[in-house]
């Protein structure tokens, strides 16, 4: 296997493994084109944080340098509202979109799974695209160990409190639905900053 094979095979790997882990966990198996839907709204999203990132630096004109050169102000609010809180809620969107009032939705496990596949069809593209680009064995390493179980990680609270905003809802406590909503992108995206 050449560099470059090696390379796509441990930007890859984690993502499906960490998939059918979680799959294999569904007592009631969601159907795979769905499965399969959500992980393409999670490539999707990064077409979404691209034009979203895009914009910000248009904005924020700090965005553009490298974080060395960085004021530490700038790092946090290029770590926690230019990364992490523009990536969680294009993630976000495509779960909410997608299956907060789906009707295969109907056990709290199951967005779960939706969160964890749009999170790591998002994780799949973007490792591809640094493992790549980077031609490092050592960021394919660091990126599997960390990056893509951090997104995993991040969508699994995405998903608990989506969880809890629809059992909010259909006990009609709206209240508490548009509480757990916003905590379905606060907590992922603190976690992920």
Known sequence: MNKNGLLLLLAVLPVLLILYFVYKKDKTKEPMWLLLSFFSKGILSCFLVLTVSGLLSAFLPFMNKDTSDMLFVEVLVYSFLCVALVEEVCKWLMVYNGG?????????????????????????????????????????????????????????FMGYYLSLAKQAKILNKPGKEKEFLKMSIIIPAVLHG
Do not use: M, T
């Open 100 to 156: 907060y009032n789906h009707k295969e939705f109907d056990e709290a496990y199951d967005i779960l799974v939706y969160s964890i596949f749009v999170s790591l069809g998002f994780a799949f593209f973007e490792n591809i695209l640094y493992v790549i680009n980077s031609q490092s064995l050592y960021i394919a390493i660091l990126r599997a160990v960390s990056a893509i179980p951090g997104h995993a990680c991040d969508a699994v």
